[in-house]
């Protein structure tokens, strides 16, 4: 099979490996500043955007075959490559497997849970999808306000409110629509762990990256990471959640185009001016959370009515059973 994918920019290749319900345009926060110095090739993953999902299981382990093969035939073995959550597991086992990336930038990699860490993963992203393909008809509304974001999006975001509108938008129709996204989320929680990676194993450039506030895979997972695969430098993102090309979208695009052109870099090259504490953690009023909670409450009766109703028709057909 084929990947849907992208195609921008000039100069040496750069893979974009999305994350679990995500499609390419999970990168439109960063692809631009990368395609002006790297010719980026952003895929659909099986199961996700425009590409069609895989006969059989969906495992991290048949997504890098896909993923393998896409490259084989387009002749980008070698290829430099960056992921997200999922997507950044995919790129460590990948460079784990050795012979098929190059320099690896790995954001947030899921997979590195451990105990009570794996139901709290499945759980709150479960039910955050489930409460995204409920809401489904309000949601354009919901995604395209700030409020709506605040009350959307903080597992995934440190400052939902500033996430991009139609980042949100496109990210909440791909994670409803994503036909592999509950195998998927069960295989990351409960299927295969991860392989590690022997020191002096993987000799291209391998980072890394973390947001500090992230509530989707938690800081303290990234010790389990760099235990697995030693031969990465870890960088952190400050003031940032799951997603540094949302939350730090041009201190990503600097730690990516440094480590895949192999530059020496420092953390505070990278990091250069952050936003400072009280900018970061400005947001919506009580006021307009308020009202995003009354949009929400509003969304979730709108489609149970609808359910009520679908049902009681579906029941008596005629109208006329109780008469």
Known sequence: MDLHYIRRGTGRPLLLVHGIGGSWRSWNTIIEALAAERDVIAVDLPGHGESPQLPGLQSIGTLADALTSFLTQHDLLGIDAVGSSMGARLVLELARRGGVL???????????????????????????????????????????????????????????????????????????????????????????VQPPAPKGSITEPLVIGWGRQDRVCLPSQAKLA??????????????????????????????????????????????????????????????????????????????????????????????????
Not at 102 to 116: K, Y
Not at 126 to 148: E, R, T
Not at 239 to 266: K, M, N, V
Request: charged letters at 15%; a positive charge; hydrophobic letters at 45%.
């Open 102 to 192: 190059g320099a690896v930038v790995s954001l947030d990699p899921g997979g590195f849970w451990q105990g009570w860490q794996i139901p709290f993963f499945y759980h709150s992203v479960a039910v955050s999808v489930k409460l995204v393909k409920a809401l489904q008809p309000v949601m354009p509304a919901l995604a395209g306000s700030a409020v709506g974001r605040t009350v959307l999006l903080p597992q995934f975001s440190a400052r939902p409110w500033a996430v991009d509108s139609q980042q949100a938008i496109d990210e909440m129709h791909t994670f409803a629509h994503s036909p592999a996204f509950d195998e998927l989320l069960d295989q990351l929680a409960h299927g295969e």
């Open 226 to 323: 760099l235990e697995k695969f030693p031969d990465a430098r870890l960088y952190w993102f400050e003031q940032c959640g799951h997603f540094p090309q949302w939350d730090q979208p041009a201190e990503a695009t600097r730690l990516i185009l440094a480590a895949t052109s192999r530059q020496a870099f420092t953390d505070a090259s990278i990091a250069q001016a952050r936003p400072t504490k009280a900018s970061a953690s400005a947001g919506p009023k009580a006021a307009a959370v308020g009202a995003a909670l009354a949009l929400l409450a509003g969304g979730i009766w709108l489609l149970s009515s609808r359910q009520k109703r679908s049902r009681n028709g579906a029941a008596h057909p005629t109208g006329r059973a109780n008469r």
